[in-house]
């Protein structure tokens, strides 16, 4: 069995690193607070206006020669040569957002080069109105695609993602756990390494989802914005729970 992942994931708009609630930015963030030797990896997401500024690069590169883990990188994505210049500034891996979903064939162009490895496809999903069922939103949680959700992912599998991030929007920034309803969805119908975001607020939250959900890797960010709390805490915590996570 493979161990579970801890996911740091930063939000960057112009030129500062944010956490977010409901999508939208609600702290500012330093890059000098991670602690990058116990992140299993690092996600960050630029959702500024203007995409691939000067300052974003700078925050990749200083990423990628301070730590080493797998560091992943999204925002704006939308064709090969983006996905090129994100790899050649130190990304190890690229999420896929908006425009993969309306352009699917980008993600076989980048795959091809790449490898499927290389590519996390982001899927925002907002609960509906009947029970047990989720909308796929698009564009910043804007737009309801009317696609459910599970065929839309096993679409993104065949064209080349590697692996799913699932970002609850009813859960993003709230600190009240994960969608774990959501989330056994995925993990129980999807062939490939899913990833989970929105919503952990303690240890716990954490603890539920590898108990209760087949996830491979947490992502979280805001447990370690308010708090007190190392990763490495966290993980010790896990495995005291027999949580089978890497070091």
Known sequence: MLKKRIVL?????????????????????TKNFVDMWSVDEILIIDISKNKFSKSFFEIIQFFSSKCFVPLTIGGGIKKLSDADDFFKSGA???LLGTHAIEHSKVINE???????????????????????????????GRINIQEEPIQLAKKMIKMGAGEILINSIDNDGGLL?????????????INCPILALGGAGNWNHILELFQQ????????????????DSILSVKNFLKAQDIKIRK
């Open 177 to 189: 756990g994960y969608d774990l309803d959501l989330i056994k969805m995925f993990s129980e119908n």
């Open 9 to 29: 994931s930063l939000t960057f708009l112009d030129g500062v690193l944010f956490r977010t609630k409901n999508f939208k930015p609600d702290y500012m963030y």
């Open 213 to 228: 959900t087949d996830i491979s890797a947490a992502c979280t960010q805001n447990i370690f914005h308010f708090t007190e």
């Open 92 to 94: 190890d891996k690229i």
């Open 110 to 140: 980048i795959s091809k080069k790449y490898g499927n490895q290389s590519i996390i496809q982001s899927i925002d999903c907002k609960r509906s109105n009947e029970k047990n069922q989720w909308n796929v939103m698009t564009n910043s």
